[in-house]
């Protein structure tokens, strides 16, 4: 059953150094202020797995804090280049990242294993890409039944999925709405799970099909508002196009980076001082 | 303004826009792919269905998306399913008729490059940020169009890695390839399909203004061109319109002032 905890003790208990972390959310609900708990708590040697790394993994791949990527789409959405993403791969700056990469369905799919527990996904895929040549984790299978070539992949079990969501009930039910992307898969292929959201609230009254997360498959939840900033959260706020954009200056040198990063996350006690430091900052 | 009175890239993006009609399901990838798309829903094709792989099916944004997953994609969705379930049931199980996508480079075959420029994979010039979609839409849509500028830097002869492919050329290989790969390739300057055959990219037809010579000292490889090349119509003062007004809305709606960094 899920326990309702503050974000930094969750994250205190939960990721520890070398785990394998997913924090997903596609391009919406995607848990900013978990991971700059991370920062702050300064974990090591991440094994980082998400299918569009953006902000946030750009964030701690540049603090260091990663060893491993697993990803599908390393770019900044809308505006360009992950320049931390980017400098590691190519300079090795601040340190190695090891890289494995696949296409979005195929990450899409091996959610889906994790979550069945199957050994493998299946599906069409990579006709004439040379990815699988440089990934020993994407291979192909003869169909027993027509010969045909499937591409297959090792499911993804990640130690750990942290996700954000609109609401929590008082038990731990989560709800998600607008675009789920693959916050559910991600929740139940993982051993453990942190959900951040934006209110917890007496009673969900989620719609009969709605996307709810019981509250006996989560770990934690933790109450943060805004805690998808800059990424948005249907229904509460958009997305900070402008902050987006701003990444790209900030993130496209290392000392620039770096500064920013110590004075608003490292030298924060949490997120809510976080968006009044960056706040404080546009004002000057 | 060029004296044409439009850009290059307007004369692209209506080009594009051009080929999609009537109901067709079109997987939309952002950017150039996604203005085109949507001038074409709100000019002559209202009934086209856009999916974005964020998992919203039939899409009608007021105003182009930034990313493939923002609000307004979602708001103005028929439906909205989740990321594995748009990439299995509805690309992977035959839904779509068009894959439309940018790219950073591409080559003779219309083969996509967009994971990294010079250099290795394991240690490149410059990192690009990789697949995506592209490989699986490449390989399951119908067919796959490719909207992109026409440089000698994007029209090369040897792709440094080939990302997305979508066919492949030995016929002894059951690759579960459902749809013919790429088969039309609209730049400022011109308009290309794939030989059936082959999968060599032809010239097909120029856009007014542009000279043959123009597009072939832009291109890296020898592109052949067609006996009788056609000459793209100049974009209609209605399409023009629409599409401004498109991109006037997107820039007001995007432009809000900055809330952080």
Same mark, same amino acid.
Request: proline residues 6%; glycine residues 10%.
């Given at each position: 059953?899920?326990?309702?905890?503050?974000?930094?003790?969750?994250?205190?208990? =939960?990721?520890?150094?070398?785990?394998?972390?997913?924090?997903?959310?596609?391009?919406?609900?995607?848990?900013?202020?978990?991971?700059?708990?991370?920062?702050?708590?300064?974990?090591?040697?991440? &094994?980082?797995?998400?299918?569009?790394? !953006?902000?946030?993994? #750009?964030?701690?791949?540049?603090?260091?804090?990663?060893?491993? =990527?697993?990803?599908?789409?390393?770019?900044?959405?809308?505006?360009?280049?992950?320049?931390?993403?980017?400098?590691?791969?190519?300079?090795?700056?601040?340190?190695?990242?090891?890289?494995?990469?696949?296409?979005?369905?195929?990450?899409?799919?091996?959610?889906?294993?994790?979550?069945?527990? =199957?050994?493998?996904?299946?599906?069409?895929?990579?006709? *004439? @890409?040379?990815?699988?040549?440089?990934?020993?984790?994407?291979?192909?299978?003869?169909?027993?039944?027509?010969?045909?070539?499937?591409?297959?992949?090792?499911?993804?079990?990640?130690?750990?999925?942290? +996700?954000?969501?609109?609401?929590?009930?008082?038990?731990?039910?989560?709800?998600?709405?607008?675009?789920?992307?693959?916050?559910?898969?991600?929740?139940?292929?993982?051993?453990?799970?942190?959900?951040?959201?934006? $209110?917890?609230? &007496?009673?969900?009254?989620?719609?009969?099909?709605?996307?709810?997360?019981?509250?006996?498959?989560?770990?934690?939840?933790?109450?943060?508002?805004?805690?998808?900033?800059?990424?948005? /959260?249907?229904?509460?706020?958009?997305?900070?196009?402008?902050?987006?954009?701003?990444? !790209?200056?900030?993130?496209?040198?290392?000392?620039?980076?770096?500064?920013?990063?110590?004075?608003?996350?490292?030298?924060? @006690?949490?997120?809510?001082?976080?968006?009044?430091?960056?706040?404080?900052?546009?004002?000057? | 303004?060029?004296?044409?009175?439009?850009?290059?890239?307007?004369?692209?993006?209506?080009?594009?826009?051009?080929?999609?009609?009537?109901?067709?399901?079109?997987?939309? %990838?952002?950017?150039?792919?996604?203005?085109?798309?949507?001038?074409?829903?709100?000019?002559?094709?209202?009934?086209?269905? +856009?999916?974005?792989?964020?998992?919203?099916? %039939?899409?009608?944004?007021?105003?182009?998306?930034? @990313?493939?997953?923002?609000?307004?994609?979602?708001?103005?969705?028929?439906?909205?399913?989740?990321?594995?379930?748009?990439?299995?049931?509805?690309?992977?199980?035959?839904?779509?008729?068009?894959?439309?996508?940018? /790219?950073?480079?591409?080559? &003779?075959?219309?083969?996509?490059?967009?994971?990294?420029?010079?250099?290795?994979?394991?240690?490149? &010039?410059?990192?690009?940020?990789?697949?995506?979609?592209?490989?699986?839409?490449?390989?399951?849509?119908?067919?796959?169009?490719?909207?992109?500028?026409?440089?000698?830097?994007?029209?090369?002869?040897?792709?440094?890695?080939?990302?997305?492919?979508?066919?492949?050329?030995?016929?002894?290989?059951?690759?579960?390839?459902? *749809?013919?790969?790429?088969?039309?390739?609209?730049? #400022?300057?011109?308009?290309? #399909?794939? !030989?059936?055959?082959?999968?060599?990219?032809? +010239?097909?037809?120029?856009?007014?203004?542009?000279?043959?010579?123009?597009?072939? !000292?832009?291109?890296?490889?020898?592109?052949?061109?067609? $006996?009788?090349? $056609?000459?793209?119509?100049?974009?209609?003062?209605?399409?023009?319109?629409?599409?401004?007004?498109?991109?006037?809305?997107?820039?007001?709606?995007?432009?809000?002032?900055?809330?952080?960094?």
């Amino acid at each position: 059953m899920a326990e309702i905890t503050s974000l930094r003790e969750a994250i205190a208990g =939960l990721v520890g150094d070398g785990s394998q972390v997913a924090m997903e959310g596609f391009t919406h609900l995607i848990p900013f202020a978990a991971g700059h708990e991370i920062v702050r708590q300064g974990k090591r040697d991440l &094994k980082l797995v998400r299918m569009i790394p !953006d902000l946030i993994y #750009d964030q701690l791949i540049g603090m260091g804090l990663a060893s491993s =990527l697993t990803f599908s789409w390393g770019g900044n959405p809308s505006v360009g280049s992950l320049h931390r993403f980017r400098d590691a791969i190519q300079s090795g700056w601040p340190r190695p990242l090891d890289i494995e990469e696949h296409s979005h369905a195929d990450m899409a799919a091996r959610y889906q294993a994790g979550a069945s527990r =199957l050994p493998f996904s299946v599906m069409r895929g990579y006709v *004439g @890409s040379d990815l699988p040549r440089h990934n020993k984790n994407i291979r192909f299978l003869d169909c027993p039944f027509t010969g045909e070539q499937l591409a297959v992949s090792p499911a993804l079990n990640p130690d750990i999925a942290i +996700l954000h969501a609109q609401k929590a009930d008082w038990k731990g039910n989560v709800l998600v709405h607008g675009i789920v992307g693959i916050q559910k898969e991600a929740a139940l292929a993982s051993k453990k799970v942190i959900v951040t959201v934006e $209110e917890i609230v &007496k009673e969900l009254n989620a719609p009969m099909n709605a996307c709810v997360l019981p509250g006996w498959v989560i770990t934690c939840i933790c109450e943060v508002p805004g805690g998808a900033h800059p990424s948005y /959260a249907h229904g509460y706020y958009a997305r900070d196009n402008a902050f987006c954009t701003a990444w !790209d200056t900030i993130s496209s040198d290392r000392e620039t980076f770096l500064g920013w990063m110590n004075r608003h996350i490292v030298g924060t @006690s949490d997120f809510a001082e976080f968006r009044q430091s960056i706040a404080a900052d546009r004002r000057n | 303004m060029p004296k044409a009175g439009y850009t290059p890239e307007e004369m692209m993006t209506v080009a594009a826009a051009r080929k999609l009609t009537g109901r067709a399901v079109c997987f939309v %990838g952002i950017g150039l792919p996604s203005a085109a798309a949507n001038l074409a829903r709100i000019t002559h094709a209202p009934e086209v269905v +856009l999916i974005y792989e964020s998992g919203t099916i %039939g899409a009608k944004p007021h105003v182009l998306p930034l @990313s493939i997953g923002d609000g307004e994609l979602a708001d103005t969705a028929d439906t909205v399913v989740s990321v594995p379930e748009i990439f299995r049931y509805w690309l992977q199980g035959g839904r779509v008729d068009v894959g439309f996508l940018g /790219a950073a480079q591409i080559d &003779k075959y219309g083969q996509i490059n967009t994971t990294i420029i010079g250099g290795s994979y394991e240690k490149p &010039k410059v990192r690009l940020p990789g697949a995506g979609g592209d490989p699986e839409i490449a390989t399951s849509a119908k067919e796959v169009w490719i909207v992109l500028n026409h440089s000698k830097r994007n029209f090369v002869d040897k792709l440094a890695f080939v990302t997305s492919s979508g066919y492949t050329t030995n016929p002894e290989e059951n690759s579960g390839a459902r *749809g013919r790969g790429p088969t039309t390739v609209i730049t #400022d300057l011109g308009v290309m #399909d794939s !030989d059936p055959r082959t999968h060599e990219l032809i +010239l097909m037809a120029l856009h007014p203004g542009v000279e043959l010579q123009e597009v072939t !000292d832009k291109t890296r490889w020898d592109l052949k061109a067609a $006996e009788e090349l $056609e000459r793209t119509a100049a974009p209609t003062e209605y399409e023009l319109r629409a599409l401004r007004d498109l991109h006037h809305r997107t820039s007001i709606a995007h432009g809000a002032p900055a809330s952080g960094g």
